[in-house]
């Protein structure tokens, strides 16, 4: 099968690699020529034969909305295309009407694997209309990993929904990331724990809370003991506001997710406006004693 895939950056350039190892013919187009095989999305349409099948795997918002313009004035009708991107699930539809306009099918695609998807294979939540999905999915399933198709690729339901699938599984992992970090701060402060690299280490096996982001972790503090090479910022990338924004329009209570996200909105403050007010109002209603600016330069 030909696929044509747009992006080429961490996770584009390899899927190519897993989409080619498993046979299929994959021409990719990206804005740095020293890694595309086609010089423009033009070109790229042309080397591709009837009906065509596009993957399109760049940032979220407009790149993506600029993509599939383009895209609709140089597909033809019976061509499909897939956002295999983290587009909210919002602008799913608008870029399957766009498209629907000119006959040309659309898939939203939720991918999880990060720069490990190579060798483990990707996670896949697709959302769109049947017949499409099963004409992508020999691609669907080269990359997915190995093993049962239902335990690592879904069809979650119509357009948008793969995106809506993927956020809520980011939300998730926000919520996961968060907690195993603040239980990696506890084991480091406590002066019993002579080691909390190690303790990390040996929940990897036998224990409820190993994981592929324990083990990652543990990787992470083998290669930097106590992560002093880098700061505490932390920026997010739109999935985790997302979906607490889904949840409250659905009156789901999120606390986990809300907390990890708000954590990285703390991370990126040299110093709290919302706690300097609270000490100031704590000194104002009972003489409490405050950390003057004077004190601690």
Known sequence: MQLGLIGLGRMGGNMRERVRAAGHEVIGFDADPSIRDVGSLAALVTRLSSP??????????????SVIDALRGLLAAGDLVIDGGNSRFSDDEVHADVLRERGIGYLDCG??????????????????????????????????????????????????????????????????????????????????????????????????????????????????????AITGYTEDSGEGRWTVEEAIAHAVPVPV?????????????????????????????????????????
Do not use: C
């Open 52 to 65: 065509r099948v596009v993957w399109v795997m760049v940032p979220a918002g407009e790149p993506t909305r």
């Open 111 to 228: 991918v999880s694997g990060g720069v490990w998807g190579l060798e483990e294979g990707y996670g896949l939540m697709v959302g769109g209309g049947d017949a499409d999905v099963a004409r992508a999915m020999p691609i669907f399933d080269a990359l997915r990993p190995e093993g049962k198709r239902d335990e690592g690729f879904v069809h979650a339901g119509p357009v948008g929904a793969g995106h809506y699938a993927k956020m809520v599984h980011n939300g998730i992992e926000y919520g996961l990331m968060q907690a195993y970090a603040e239980g990696y701060e506890l084991l480091a402060a406590e002066p019993r724990i002579t080691a909390p690299d190690s303790v990390m280490r040996a929940w990897q096996n036998g224990t409820v809370v190993r994981s592929w982001l324990l083990e990652l972790l543990v990787s992470a503090l083998r290669e930097d003991p106590g992560l002093s």
């Open 257 to 297: 997710i809300s907390a990890a996200l708000f954590a990285r909105f703390s991370s990126r403050q040299p110093d709290s406006p919302t706690m300097k007010a609270v000490s100031a109002l704590r000194q104002k209603f009972g003489g409490h004693q405050v950390r003057t600016m004077e004190a601690v330069q």
